[in-house]
């Protein structure tokens, strides 16, 4: 007992390395940018006006988002995790754009740097470190993978309408633009923060191990936090071809985890926006971004791994 104790431990030391360096690498990506900013030129022309006071404006306003995303970064939580999702590659776009208009070789590092951080942003390790970070006690969060549909039709013009609403009506204030700016920002702000939002819904998909068994804690696919107790729960694994259990994977990609369930549980299952439907559970599907990790914590906290 003691050794399993001991080599349990020895994971989660890993684990929290892992994530440290994890969490590490996006901030060194991004303080690589700042520091690329300061040498060259890297906001791009397109991005301010000839006028000496909207340049100052324009440089100001991209220094406080690069502060807010540097902040984001370095701190734990989903509000967290959405912020640098939206504003890392929003910084990628735009040093893109300066690379291609420019012979600057700062722009050209600038956005390769930026497009590491992007790519490291959106690993699930990272996501699930972050998430992880602002758990309480002896949880274990576990992000949940995005349903294919969401992803496709949601999450990326999502993205967009966040980047494009926060941007579009200072930069026509800039330009002397006051009534295009000016309706621009008063459409566009709300949309951005309510894109946002969703965004940051998004990130609050877990499955969470808890002292006394496991939690699903997804909005779309159970109406509330669905508690398993451990004495419930008979075996956790891949879900095979034929199951019959029901699937709260909310149609994503990969792999998906069947739960099987001494005995039934009642839950209230999503049946539409808005709409659910309670149902006695015996067996359930779910996705989670790490599948093979979320079976290694079930089996190092005592569950039966199918």
């Known amino acids: ?10 994971v989660e030391r890993i684990r929290a390395r892992t994530a440290l360096t994890a969490r590490a690498g996006a901030v060194a990506a991004w303080l690589a940018v700042g520091v690329l900013a300061l040498l060259g030129d890297l906001i791009h022309s397109a ?25 984001a970064l370095l701190l734990p939580g989903p509000r967290a995790l959405t912020v640098a999702r939206i504003g890392v590659p929003a910084g990628t776009l735009e040093l893109a754009l300066a690379a291609a208009a420019s012979s600057d070789p700062a722009a050209v590092i600038g956005n390769l740097a930026c497009l590491v951080g992007t790519l490291v942003v959106f690993h699930p390790f990272y996501g699930e470190a972050q998430v992880d970070a602002a758990g309480y006690g002896d949880e274990r969060r576990f992000l949940l993978r995005p ?16 980047v494009t609403g926060v941007a579009a009506g200072p930069l026509l ?26 965004l940051y819904r998004l990130a609050r998909r877990w499955l969470v191990f808890v002292p006394n068994g496991l939690v699903l804690h997804d909005h779309l696919a159970v109406a509330e936090p669905l508690p398993l107790g451990r004495r419930g729960i008979d075996s956790i694994g891949p879900a095979r071809a034929d199951t019959d259990a029901v699937d709260l994977t909310a149609q994503a990609f990969g792999m998906a985890l069947e739960l099987r369930l001494s005995e039934p549980v009642e839950g209230g299952v999503m049946t539409g926006r808005n709409r659910s439907e309670e149902r006695s559970l015996t067996a359930l599907l779910v996705s989670p971004s790490r599948p093979a990790a979320v079976l290694a914590t079930a089996e190092r906290r005592g569950l039966r791994v199918a």
């Open 147 to 162: 349903p294919a549909p969401v992803l496709v039709a949601l999450a990326v013009p999502m993205w967009a309408i966040a």
């Open 47 to 71: 991005l301010r006006s000839d006028d000496a006071a909207a340049h100052t404006t324009v440089t100001v306003a991209m220094w406080l988002a690069y502060a807010l995303v540097l902040a």
């Open 173 to 198: 204030l800039t330009d002397r633009g006051w009534a295009a700016g000016t309706a621009a920002a008063a459409v566009g702000l709300p949309a951005a923060a309510f894109a946002a939002h969703t």
């Open 1 to 10: 007992m003691a050794a399993v104790k001991g080599d349990a431990r020895a």
